[in-house]
């Protein structure tokens, strides 16, 4: 990168990726990311180990300084430098610090010898006025030129021990595999075995570029494999949209012989119109031949009858009694005695029925025959105490004939492999495609013998086998990203949820709590870095009260439980660092119970608290030595369940406080724990975990048993990298913080 593109993008180089700020004290972890001191610190103290810490960006597990201290790690001279060039970059606006009276003036030289800042107003004098400074350059801040900030980021890296401050890094220890000063050599390092710093550098460029090469190589063939599975994505699309371009042909000639028959339907109805039409107009004609004959008779005895002559009237008489007598006998008969249309549209119900129940073809066909059947788990479907197992019973052939009627009777059997009915209901549905399907709940997982009988009959290949699994749960939302604007998280940890659905994250690491709805849209949120009240450091816990819909904070590295209303607003607080009874020591998980007290897991001082509403003790658990690590507690019914930490477990107290019992261990099996971290009990009445290092969740019943597990380590939806917290939505969704992948999931 040249110097004119650095320097225009300046603060993207020397920003922090977890604070988001300018670089303070900038330290390189192994894996080559940088970050802020601070940042690391408040990184380590969260995540609960003491020994090891994961690299923001790669995730990489990055082993503490034996020393214990992070300011051990290496520091990043090339930020510094950066940091110095932004510093005279921006001196008019932020001014700078001398390096001499640490005042701080816009008005600044910077010697690229000493590679130090000097203040214009009697510093710089003095260092110019120094004999020994006689050949150093001092070039004032609004002097520099490209040129100039080039030297800066080219200036010696000097050495960090106390004592050899301003001394050039000049040798390499081999035996301590670090750059040193002259004065370290034949002090610190004496005896050592060293060599030039230059000619070691060297020698690990050699080894570097090596390396390179190799990655290189292991990339581009990554790359090819992408390039192949990019293309038989492509040769899928294909396929697929050739496979679309069948059906919609197929559809459309469907549609064709459909609109057809439709026309031919409509020519023959307008025919049969049209005869209609045309006898009815030959009966209207004779009616009105009738009429016009009628009409003139009419005309001609009205005539005679005014003209009144009485040998007329006598004489006509008779023939207009004929007349008329004659015109009525031949009337057409009227129209309201006869069927106006002798015809109508009668549907083919048949055809009509195996439109609608049958599909119009499959994408995969599973042949079947006329006596065979099969069954198998489908997982539960439904959220209920016990397991669900659904069976599909073929009820057609090869030729897709119907062999049973819905009027048959179906029944099922269900043993397990002692013989014994171990089925709690049965449900049998019509699917009214020629299938039944069958389901059941079971005391528990296994294989299962099932016998299907119609009609009292068993059918072929019955009993067959059928198994019941656990139950399965599919991510159905994720929401969150890494960041420090509203939305975003940096570690979240905390989640609760309040009656109104609104689900409740502490975001550790932005120093604030935020409010989300059900669907993951931002609602508000609240809170700052501080110690002051409504202000946290590093909040962790997260409880909401049952009734009130108070927000209890578990304000971790303050050592402290503050209190606060649904919408944010500050209430009240209790807690503060010490041993004693009312005091604190790194609080990291807090729950509500039955009775509404707070249930407080005092991590560091190993023991569990329960305070009232009001925040005052009422008594502690594990004070005989029984917890070393715990985390989180709850209540469960009569009992108080916790997860330890450093001892891979969770431990079960009656509401007394005295120990019942354990279960789990460390590993990676079923039912053996790596840092388990939150509970919570699911609509079901089981215990679930969050099994932190395994990356996963298992869910137990209270008695330790084992029922299933979901999740794995990843980035995709479903996967997680450190799973802390879940809580339960109303409707028995799942809401889970996904620590190091820095957003929230949901599932059902």
């Known amino acids: 990168m040249d110097i004119k593109t650095l320097l225009n993008n300046l603060h993207e180089e020397v920003s922090c990726s977890v604070c988001m700020n300018t670089f303070a004290d900038p330290k390189t972890l192994p894996c080559l990311h940088v970050f802020c001191l601070h940042c690391l610190n408040g990184i380590l103290r969260t995540s609960g180990r003491h020994d090891i810490i994961a690299c923001p960006e790669c995730r990489k597990e990055i082993h503490v300084p034996r020393s214990g201290n992070l300011e051990d790690l290496p520091t990043n001279f090339r930020i510094n430098s950066l940091l110095d060039v932004l510093a005279i970059k921006e001196c008019n606006a932020t001014e700078v610090r001398c390096g001499n009276c640490e005042e701080s003036s816009s008005q600044s030289f910077y010697c690229f010898q000493c590679c130090a800042f000097w203040c214009e107003a009697n510093c710089i004098s003095l260092h110019n006025g120094i004999k020994a400074n006689k050949e150093h350059r001092a070039l004032a801040l609004k002097d520099f030129k490209d040129q100039d900030f080039e030297n800066v980021l080219k200036r010696p890296v000097f050495c960090r021990s106390r004592g050899h401050e301003g001394k050039e890094l000049e040798f390499f220890c081999k035996d301590c595999c670090v750059a040193i000063c002259h004065s370290c050599v034949a002090t610190t390092h004496d005896g050592h075995a060293k060599m030039l710093l230059k000619e070691a550098a060297d020698d690990r460029k050699l080894l570097a570029k090596s390396a390179i090469e190799k990655q290189k190589k292991t990339v581009l063939k990554k790359r090819r494999e992408i390039a192949r599975l990019d293309s038989d994505c492509a040769k899928i699309q294909e396929h697929v949209a050739s496979v679309k371009k069948s059906v919609q042909q197929f559809v459309d000639s469907m549609m064709a012989v459909i609109e057809a028959q439709k026309q031919e339907t409509f020519d023959d109805l307008d025919n049969r119109a049209a005869e209609s039409i045309h006898r009815l107009k030959i009966q209207r004609s004779e009616i009105e031949n009738q009429v016009k004959i009628t009409e003139t008779g009419i005309e001609a005895t009205e005539a005679i009858l005014q003209r009144n002559i009485s040998a007329e009237i006598i004489q006509s008489n008779k023939i207009r009694e004929v007349t008329f007598q004659g015109q009525v006998e031949s009337a057409y008969p009227p129209i309201g005695n006869r069927s106006i249309a002798d015809f109508g549209f009668v549907r083919?119900?048949?055809?009509?029925?195996?439109?609608?129940?049958?599909?119009?073809?499959?994408?995969?066909?599973?042949?079947?025959?006329?006596?065979?059947?099969?069954?198998?788990?489908?997982?539960?479907?439904?959220?209920?105490?016990?397991?669900?197992?659904?069976?599909?019973?073929?009820?057609?052939?090869?030729?897709?004939?119907?062999?049973?009627?819905?009027?048959?009777?179906?029944?099922?059997?269900?043993?397990?492999?002692?013989?014994?009915?171990?089925?709690?209901?049965?449900?049998?549905?019509?699917?009214?495609d020629g299938s039944y399907k069958i389901g059941y709940f079971a005391k528990e997982t296994g294989k299962y013998g099932v016998s299907v009988k119609v009609n009292g009959e068993h059918i072929r290949n019955s009993p067959f086998a059928a198994e019941v699994k656990p139950r399965q749960y599919r991510p159905v939302l994720s929401f969150g990203k890494h960041g420090a604007a509203k939305e975003d998280f940096t570690y979240p940890w905390g989640v609760a949820v309040n009656k109104r659905d609104e689900i409740v994250i502490t975001d550790s690491c932005n120093n604030r709590v935020q409010v989300f709805s059900s669907d993951g849209t931002y609602l508000r949120s609240f809170g700052s870095r501080g110690d002051k009240e409504g202000e946290f450091d590093s909040p962790i816990g997260v409880a909401i009260g049952n009734e009130n819909g108070i927000i209890f904070i578990a304000d971790t590295a303050n050592h402290r439980i503050q209190l606060?209303?649904?919408?944010?607003?500050?209430?009240?607080?209790?807690?503060?660092?010490?041993?004693?009874?009312?005091?604190?020591?790194?609080?990291?998980?807090?729950?509500?119970?039955?009775?509404?007290?707070?249930?407080?897991?005092?991590?560091?001082?190993?023991?569990?608290?329960?305070?009232?509403?009001?925040?005052?003790?009422?008594?502690?658990?594990?004070?005989?030595?029984?917890?070393?690590?715990?985390?989180?507690?709850?209540?469960?019914?009569?009992?108080?369940?916790?997860?330890?930490?450093?001892?891979?477990?969770?431990?079960?107290?009656?509401?007394?406080?005295?120990?019942?019992?354990?279960?789990?261990?460390?590993?990676?099996?079923?039912?053996?724990?790596?840092?388990?971290?939150?509970?919570?009990?699911?609509?079901?009445?089981?215990?679930?975990?969050?099994?932190?290092?395994?990356?996963?969740?298992?869910?137990?019943?209270?008695?330790?048993?084992?029922?299933?597990?979901?999740?794995?380590?990843?980035?995709?939806?479903?996967?997680?990298?450190?799973?802390?917290?879940?809580?339960?939505?109303?409707?028995?969704?799942?809401?889970?913080?996904?620590?190091?992948?820095?957003?929230?999931?949901?599932?059902?």
């Not at 129940?357 to 439904?382: H, Q, Y």
């Not at 030729?399 to 048959?408: A, I, N, P, T, V």
Request: hydrophobic content about 30%; overall charge negative.
């Open 348 to 432: 083919n119900q048949r055809l009509f029925d195996h439109v609608w129940t049958d599909r119009i073809g499959f994408v995969k066909v599973l042949p079947t025959s006329p006596t065979e059947s099969s069954a198998s788990g489908e997982g539960i479907s439904e959220p209920t105490v016990g397991l669900e197992a659904n069976i599909m019973l073929t009820t057609r052939n090869a030729k897709g004939e119907q062999c049973y009627e819905e009027r048959d009777y179906v029944t099922v059997e269900i043993k397990n492999q002692d013989g014994h009915d171990c089925a709690t209901e049965t449900r049998v549905q019509d699917n009214k």
């Open 564 to 748: 606060f209303s649904g919408q944010g607003e500050f209430l009240s607080k209790f807690g503060g660092e010490g041993n004693l009874d009312h005091q604190l020591s790194c609080p990291y998980g807090i729950s509500i119970g039955s009775d509404g007290n707070c249930i407080v897991a005092d991590t560091e001082n190993k023991k569990i608290k329960l305070f009232s509403r009001n925040g005052q003790f009422l008594r502690s658990i594990g004070s005989e030595g029984s917890l070393s690590a715990p985390i989180h507690c709850i209540q469960y019914k009569e009992y108080l369940i916790a997860s330890d930490f450093t001892e891979h477990c969770i431990k079960v107290f009656d509401k007394a406080g005295h120990f019942l019992y354990k279960f789990g261990k460390y590993g990676t099996g079923d039912g053996e724990f790596n840092r388990p971290y939150h509970l919570s009990i699911n609509k079901a009445e089981h215990l679930m975990v969050c099994d932190a290092d395994n990356n996963r969740i298992q869910v137990f019943e209270v008695n330790g048993k084992f029922l299933g597990k979901f999740g794995s380590e990843g980035e995709k939806i479903g996967q997680f990298i450190g799973p802390s917290s879940l809580a339960v939505l109303s409707d028995g969704r799942i809401v889970l913080t996904d620590f190091h992948n820095h957003r929230v999931q949901i599932f059902e």
